[in-house]
């Protein structure tokens, strides 16, 4: 028998795959081809704001992938817009052009239809945020083991 621990890093990785399956299952039911599902979970998390390629990588939106390489093909794609900024021309920043914001809220259309179908399945906002709590406390302790600062305290190595 597996310790809970372990099982609960498996069960992680998998949700992950399943939700990128959710997102790949709804571009191709609205016909979108130009752009995969991690591209467009990167998409949704820059919503409005205007970032930076390294401020991508920081923050967490690669999930796993290649962020240059991700933005690249979104820019080509006509998602994002690229400019270089005026104060540091070395520093490019990107954005959500028309296409790119259309695509969000398509995908903020299906959130809003899971949350709606949440019930059925007895996951109640109240049990979504004691999940959301243990995850966070799980990401604490992984990023502790790490070194990396948590809530802008940098915990130490164990």
């Known amino acids: 028998m597996q310790p809970p621990y372990y099982k609960s890093i498996v069960l992680i990785e998998r949700l992950h795959r399943h939700f990128l399956e959710l997102v790949k299952a709804e571009l191709e039911r609205r016909g979108i ?4 599902n991690v591209q467009s979970l990167i998409l949704y998390n820059i919503g409005t704001d205007e970032l930076t390629v390294g401020e991508l ?3 967490g939106y690669y999930l796993g992938s290649n962020v240059s390489y991700n933005v690249k093909k979104m820019v080509e794609n006509a998602y994002l817009v690229q400019e270089r900024s005026q104060h540091d021309r070395r520093s490019v920043r990107v954005r959500l052009s ?8 398509k995908l903020s259309s299906m959130f809003e239809r899971h949350i709606d179908a949440l019930d059925e399945f007895d996951l109640s906002e109240k049990t979504l945020n004691d999940l959301n709590e243990t995850l966070l406390r799980l990401e604490r302790f992984w990023s502790g083991r790490l070194g990396y600062a948590v809530g802008g305290a940098v915990t130490p190595a164990a």
């Open 98 to 105: 028309e296409k790119g914001l259309d695509l969000r809220e």
């Open 33 to 36: 081809q130009d752009i995969n």
């Open 57 to 59: 990588t920081a923050r």
